[in-house]
């Protein structure tokens, strides 16, 4: 995990050694299920460190500085301690092999965290690594965005709802706002076609009681690609008929 302890740091942020323990217990889960079914096509331990657990977190500045925005005057280090304190309530939608929850979960013990997917065997890959790294503010829900959004146990629920790599923006975006409650905060990883994709989505985040705050480049320690970060903020109710069932926000995206 030395690639993993030198990106962390470079993000201004250090791990204790049984994060270091748990992140790769989670490689070794990683690579073993997915032996028996396909979970990631990246497998390589250097790749695995670069591609999924420093993508994952290295939103933690950005999310802190939005988190704390009324606070200008502290430095982002302060504003990410204060961040890793915070008991919010997350949900990772489409979460898969875990990404980018668990390396957040294990990075920000205190994060209260869903992990939503609606695949049987990514859920039971799930609860094994949730219960092999004792991550005890960690749950796992199995259920598609479209429907579990109408749900009201988790309409509306969430302090911040990310997802990652998991649809283009107009129909992301009726997945993850429905879940956000008034004043929360949404986060879309996106790679280089996010600049086609939001316009199209303006009007849909609008319409979902979203607004844009900022589409930022991701840096990631050690990766040369480009990736971004959208983050909306819920500042209204999502109308009651959103999001709609029956596969419709894949098939006719609102536009």
Not at 27 to 56: C, G, K
Not at 164 to 179: F, G, H, I, K, S
Not at 193 to 209: K, N
């Amino acid at each position: 995990m030395e690639i993993l302890r030198a990106g962390v740091a470079t993000l201004g942020l250090s791990l204790t050694e049984q994060q270091v323990e748990q992140f790769q217990r989670y490689y070794e889960l990683l690579i073993d299920w997915n032996q028996r079914f396909n979970l990631t096509r990246i497998v390589a331990p250097e790749a695995v460190q670069i591609r999924h657990f420093l993508d994952s977190i290295a939103v933690l500045p950005l999310l802190a500085d939005l988190w704390s925005a009324a606070q200008e005057t502290k430095p982002v280090s302060r504003k990410i301690d204060d961040l890793l304190q915070a008991s919010l309530h997350a949900m990772d939608v489409g979460s898969g092999a875990g990404f980018p929850g668990i390396p957040l979960a294990i990075l920000w013990p205190k994060l209260k965290l869903t992990l939503l997917d609606g695949t049987a065997k990514k859920i039971h890959f799930l609860q094994e690594v949730v219960a092999q790294l004792s991550l005890p503010y960690v749950q796992v829900v199995q259920g598609r965005a479209e429907e579990i959004g109408r749900v009201s146990a988790h309409r509306g629920q969430y302090d911040l709802v990310m997802a990652r790599a998991l649809a283009p923006l107009p129909t992301l975006v009726e997945y993850l706002l429905p879940l956000c409650r008034q004043d929360g905060l949404v986060l879309a990883y996106k790679g280089p076609a996010v600049r086609q994709e939001l316009a199209p989505a303006l009007s849909a985040i609008a319409l979902l009681g979203g607004e844009v705050l900022r589409l930022v480049p991701l840096t990631v320690p050690g990766f040369d690609g480009e990736r971004f970060i959208l983050a909306l903020r819920k500042i209204s109710r999502t109308p009651p008929q959103y999001p709609r069932g029956g596969g419709k926000p894949r098939k006719q995206p609102l536009l």
